[in-house]
T-cell receptor
Framework: DGGITQSPKYLFRKEGQNVTLSCEQN?????MYWYRQDPGQGLRLIYY???????QKGDIAEGYSVSREKKESFPLTVTSAQKNPTAFYLC?????????????FGEGSWLTVV | GIQVEQSPPDLILQEGANSTLRCNFS?????LQWFHQNPWGQLINLFY???GTKQNGRLSATTVATERYSLLYISSSQTTDSGVYFC????????FGKGTMLLVSP
């Protein structure tokens, strides 16, 4: 089935460690995104990529890094520089269909700092 | 940046009731989408509706782009409608509102 796969679903990180969240899509979408969601809040954009080997910072990119070496993959690294990383992370992808982008989300990854 | 405000922030309904959720935005947009987030965190795209009216079963949405608002109607609500409803608007990237949390009780 086509879709977006995020892993792991749950992740615990010690203070000072980097962690990488995986996102893979088989929808043949050009654009991919990472969002962060905090309790009771909407989604905030971390990074996005509209084409392989290119990506742009979103609203809250500090303390995060990404890569886009393949069309289907867009991993997110939460670095030790991110001071408050505990959150729900959502990966998404989209394609342009004659009039606009329809965006699809993965199931999310819960990151907790211990 | 563009501001997106959703109302009400919380809503409790009895099963079978109807409801209207509102999304106001501060500037012209290229795109507007409505999403439902279930209790497990999964976000599902409900409508892509930059303007006009669309219907899908018990749900319908209307966007009046010139007045910068959109409405999501839920009729004959069911317990499975519970969750958070997000409006998101796009100029270059999607900006989300804070959502409306809906609880439908049996």
């Amino acid at each position: 089935d086509g879709g977006i796969t995020q892993s792991p679903k749950y992740l615990f990180r010690k203070e000072g460690q980097n962690v990488t969240l995986s996102c893979e899509q088989n929808l043949n979408h050009d654009a991919m995104y990472w969002y962060r969601q905090d309790p009771g809040q909407g989604l905030r954009l971390i990074y996005y990529s509209q084409i392989v080997n290119d990506f742009q910072k979103g609203d809250i990119a500090e303390g995060y890094s990404v890569s886009r070496e393949k069309k289907e993959s867009f991993p997110l690294t939460v670095t030790s520089a991110q001071k408050n990383p505990t959150a729900f992370y959502l990966c998404a992808s989209s394609s342009f269909k004659g009039g606009g982008n329809t965006i699809y989300f993965g199931e999310g990854s819960w990151l907790t700092v211990v | 940046g563009i501001q997106v405000e959703q109302s009400p922030p919380d809503l409790i309904l009895q099963e079978g009731a109807n409801s209207t959720l509102r999304c106001n935005f501060s500037d012209s947009v290229n795109n507007l989408q409505w999403f439902h987030q279930n209790p497990w965190g999964q976000l599902i795209n409900l409508f892509y509706i930059p303007s006009g009216t669309k219907q899908n079963g018990r749900l319908s949405a209307t966007t009046v782009a010139t007045e910068r608002y959109s409405l999501l109607y839920i009729s004959s609500s069911q317990t499975t409608d519970s969750g958070v409803y997000f409006c998101a608007v796009e100029r270059s990237t999607l900006t989300f509102g804070k959502g409306t949390m809906l609880l439908v009780s049996p």
